[in-house]
């Protein structure tokens, strides 16, 4: 490479994949702290031990593909993919499902297709889907810290309820919560002589948005209605607030320009435009809101994170726009006639499908191309503008 | 601005590959100030031709073949000048009204002037303003968008000398009967746009046709293309000249030279070029004299020479790095930047493209930076093609955003360079198929002719052998689809009868041998 050295240009904007990747974390920070504060630790953890595997797959990769370890981690792009796939983990869900999906994200999704930059499709979704597919019941329980499901039966010594204090939720933010979320990650840290059995079904939750699904109103605006803060987790505003965050650090994302436009906002409005087109008030409880659709759910990170992964997406900007498209429209349709309950994931996963087509045949028209009509428009015009 | 004399200097006439040179002076010749020395006779047009002036007076030491800093990266024929100091110039003829010149003599005296092209392609104005000089000239630019950083050249010129150019303007104005001459300027420039309004508002009621329009000053608002679009909306097609479509682009240097020569009726002896970078103590814009050497401007800026430099010709991102500082300034060298050791530096390491598309974006010409990678890693020249590889204009925008510091530029030149490559060898293997085919098909006809030519053929009767040859091979040959077939009959009677002179000629040779035997 030191011919090119010597080649022009001699200077560069400084920006690099690091950096990119940094604020792309940051961007998620809104989202994954709403999470934490409606759903407790679960998902932090998650996140932390993606991220440990995340980069220990990785490292490992590089090593036997012979890569120099160092420059390649800094890139953090490993990182970028923990925080994806982990964020769409039920918060819960035992460890070795969270470390088999992220191993499988970053050693077959990626590293076995070429590493950074060469993958068809989004590692972070691939390694969801499988373990949608291969453990569809631990994907779609949610398991929250009991205080918040049943509240806390404050007992004495002897284990006998006291009498007179109520039972009251707690925070999941708690020492307890947190002791909790741990033994649901990590079950072989219980003692031998807990069922977790009976723990975990007790806890076990069905996802929040079977609950929203067919609610057919805001949650937010309930909440306001009836003057209860958004933040509180007796209101059901969760999803919204977390979503409302994702849609943060989108916009954080567009305005330092790492993502462009094109692809959010194809998502979003084609979502936005098939809800509005099937809703009618008498059929909410097949085809929700379109405000449901938007934010009860995972649209949100979809459009802003997971579908604009530079790598598996298309790279024109038309192609951009029709990507987009097939995703939102694929969005709406799982959710609405298929039988999996979000479907951000596939749907993403539809559209890495296309991409190479797209990019092949949605390309912008090249400067000074095809011109034959536009020139004698211009002609025209300025013909028509001498005196 | 102006520079003390410098002891030598190495005036570039041009490669001998691009025409022939005339020289007018020999080694030993004293010559004046404005002297005309030489000139470049370009061999493809016959009307093109580049003369080459005495920047100052001096005895002429030698002629030799030397590296220019300008972006041809060939040797030239340059005239080495000894100076004397004296600048003793020639004396000039008074200059003629150029209103009263006809365009054909204003042209005439732009050539004589040994103007080209100052921006950087070195074109000859002249020939520029004749190529369009049989249509309509609707729009002439003078182009003073300079957007590259680092360049300030053309800012300085008319900071200082804005009533020269605009005057140059009116006169390539007039040369090129042009309908509307506009200076487009970028809009960040406000010291050179308030001298050119000045300079226009003082002239106005002398001629008054010229405009100032302001250009975004988005990089690469200076690419003749792009500013052709940004001022009038037209978009010159891929592949066709801005003439053709009415359209005539100047650079403001030129202007100037072109105002020098017809209203001061001086030649081209020396440009505006910026010298820049941080191992300068005081970088500056100067008047070069044409052949001074870069290692002299840099003394004259106060090159640290304890710190090691790296020499960039042009600008940041599409210069041109001078393996010494021993080259010569020419016509179009506009920028010579003696970087610093941290200075525009190689970057940092090259890392896997994540297709982010901030180069697609970035494009001028709207290609597709990050399929054209994909595609010249895998030498796929037919996507390259359609990709529009070609119309890339190397302008280095690509590059500069790329997050991944991917070094596109240099990748692109050489897939096209491996392209033009393989086009060369793909017409000569075709040549050397039709040749191929040609002497199999001799050969076999030599063989079906050959018994009745062993009987016995008279040595001296040739010619007409072979006309009968021909008319009977023309008649029953098959393989006469490669060629046409007069031609083709005509050839192979011509080398029927070569071959047979020759045979006849060896077998009487050997025979006689035979018979010294």
Redesign the interface.
């Known amino acids: 490479m030191s011919s090119m050295d010597t080649r022009a240009p001699f200077q560069h904007s400084g920006k690099n994949i690091a950096q990119l990747m940094q604020t792309l974390l940051l961007a998620l920070l809104p989202g994954i702290c709403a999470s934490l504060w409606f759903f407790g630790y679960g998902i932090l953890l998650n996140v932390l031990i993606a991220g440990f595997f995340a980069l220990a797959a990785e490292t490992a990769m590089l090593r036997l593909r012979g890569k120099n370890i160092a420059l390649h981690l800094a890139d953090r792009s490993a990182l970028v993919c923990a925080a994806l796939f982990a964020i769409g983990i039920p918060p819960g869900a035992p460890w070795w499902l969270v470390a088999l999906g992220i191993i499988f994200a970053i050693v077959v999704a990626k590293h076995l297709y070429g590493g950074l930059g060469q993958n068809p499709f989004n590692p972070a979704m691939c390694g969801y889907a499988m373990l949608l597919l291969a453990f569809p019941l631990q994907m779609t329980s949610w398991h929250l810290p009991n205080e918040v499901v049943e509240g806390v039966l404050f007992v004495d010594n002897l284990g006998i309820p006291i009498a007179g204090a109520e039972q009251e939720i707690l925070s999941p933010l708690s020492w307890r919560g947190f002791k909790q979320a741990l033994l649901l990650s990590f079950p072989f840290a219980a003692s031998s002589d807990f069922d977790i059995k009976a723990f975990t079904d007790g806890l076990a939750m069905a996802t929040p948005l079977i609950e929203f699904k067919m609610a057919g109103h805001s949650a937010l605006l309930a909440a306001r209605d009836s003057g209860t803060s958004l933040f509180s987790r007796e209101s059901e505003t969760a999803w919204e607030v977390i979503n409302i965050g994702y849609l943060c650090g989108g916009l954080l994302l567009l305005y330092k320009r790492i993502i462009s436009w094109h692809i959010p906002l194809a998502i979003i409005a084609t979502v936005l435009v098939v809800s509005v087109l099937f809703y009618a008030p008498g059929s909410v409880s097949i085809y929700g809101t379109p405000y449901l659709h938007l934010f009860g759910s995972a649209t949100m990170i979809g459009a802003f994170f997971i579908a604009t992964d530079p790598v598996s997406a298309a790279t024109t900007r038309p192609g951009k726009i029709v990507y987009g498209i097939i995703i939102g429209l694929s969005i709406y349709s799982i959710r609405v006639w298929g039988s999996y309950l979000d479907s951000v994931a596939f749907a993403v996963l539809f559209g890495n499908f296309c991409a190479p087509a797209l990019d092949q045949f949605c390309r912008p028209r090249i400067f000074g191309r095809g011109l034959s009509r536009a020139i004698k428009l211009v002609e025209a015009s300025n013909e028509s503008t001498k005196p | 601005m102006p520079m003390p004399i410098p002891p030598q200097l190495q005036i570039p006439v041009g490669a001998t590959e691009n025409g022939t040179i005339t020289l007018d002076v020999a080694a030993g010749d004293h010559v004046h100030k404005y002297q005309k020395l030489a000139q470049l006779q370009m061999s493809a047009q016959g009307r093109t031709c580049i003369p080459v002036h005495a920047p100052t007076s001096g005895i002429v030491s030698a002629i030799e073949e030397a590296y220019v800093a300008d972006h041809s990266q060939q040797k030239q024929v340059c005239i080495v000048l000894t100076t004397d100091g004296l600048d003793t110039p020639l004396p000039l003829e008074p200059p003629v009204d150029y209103k009263q010149l006809t365009c054909e003599e204003l042209v005439t005296a732009i050539r004589r002037a040994g103007i080209v092209g100052m921006g950087g392609a070195g074109f000859p104005a002249a020939d520029k303003i004749d190529a369009a000089a049989h249509q309509a000239v609707?729009l002439l630019i003078i182009n003073a968008a300079e957007c590259e950083?680092y360049i300030s050249a053309d800012e300085a010129l008319i900071r200082e000398r804005a009533e020269g150019v605009v005057t140059g303007a009116e006169i390539l104005q007039r040369a090129s009967s042009a309908r509307r001459c506009v200076i487009a300027i970028e809009s960040s420039k406000p010291d050179a746009i308030q001298a050119l309004e000045q300079a226009i508002e003082a002239q106005s009621h002398i001629s008054g046709s010229c405009e100032l329009i302001l250009v975004a000053s988005k990089y690469p608002a200076g690419s003749e293309?792009?500013l052709i679009?940004s001022v009038?909306?037209?978009?010159?097609?891929?592949?066709?000249l801005p003439a053709q479509?009415g359209v005539l682009v100047h650079n403001v240097g030129s202007s100037y030279a072109v105002f020098q020569a017809l209203a001061q009726g001086k030649p081209c002896i020396s440009r505006i070029t910026t010298l820049s970078g941080q191992a300068l103590k005081t970088p500056k814009n100067f008047e070069a004299l044409i052949g001074c050497s870069v290692e002299f401007l840099f003394d004259i800026c106060g090159i640290d020479k304890s710190l090691s430099h790296k020499t960039?010709l042009?600008g940041?991102?599409?210069?041109?790095?001078l393996p010494s500082d021993n080259a010569a300034v020419g016509k179009t060298t506009n920028c010579l930047i003696a970087?610093g050791s941290a200075e525009?530096a190689?970057?940092?390491?090259?890392?896997?493209?994540?297709?982010?598309?901030?180069c697609?974006?970035a494009c001028?010409?709207?290609?597709?930076p990050?399929?054209l990678l994909a595609f010249s890693k895998t030498a796929n020249n037919s996507q390259l093609l359609k990709?529009?590889l070609m119309?890339c204009i190397?302008c280095?925008a690509c590059?500069?955003?790329?997050?991944?510091?991917i070094?596109l530029?240099?990748i692109y030149?050489d897939s096209k360079a491996a392209i033009e490559a393989r086009q060369i060898n793909h017409e000569r293997s075709e040549v050397w198929q039709q040749r191929f085919q040609y002497h199999q098909y001799r050969i076999k006809k030599e063989k079906d002719r050959a018994p009745t030519r062993t009987k016995a053929v008279p040595a001296k009767k040739p010619v007409a052998e072979s006309g009968e040859a021909g008319v009977s091979v023309s008649s029953n040959g098959d393989e006469q689809e490669f060629f046409s077939k007069e031609k083709a009959s005509r050839e192979i009677a011509a080398a029927v009868a070569r071959v047979k002179a020759r045979r006849a000629g060896s077998k009487t040779a050997t025979s006689e041998q035979d018979k010294s035997k």
């Not at chain 2, 009038?232 to 066709?240: K, L």
């Not at chain 2, 190689?346 to 901030?358: E, K, L, M, T």
């Not at chain 2, 590059?399 to 510091?405: E, I, K, N, T």
């Open positions: 609707d950083p293309k792009q679009q009038s909306g037209i978009e010159i097609p891929s592949g066709q479509h960039v042009g940041s991102l599409m210069g041109l790095q970087a525009l190689p970057s940092a390491d090259i890392q896997a493209c994540i297709r982010c598309g901030f697609a974006d001028p010409v709207r290609l597709l990050q399929q990709h529009g119309d190397e280095g590059d500069y955003v790329c997050p991944s510091h070094p530029v240099s030149k």
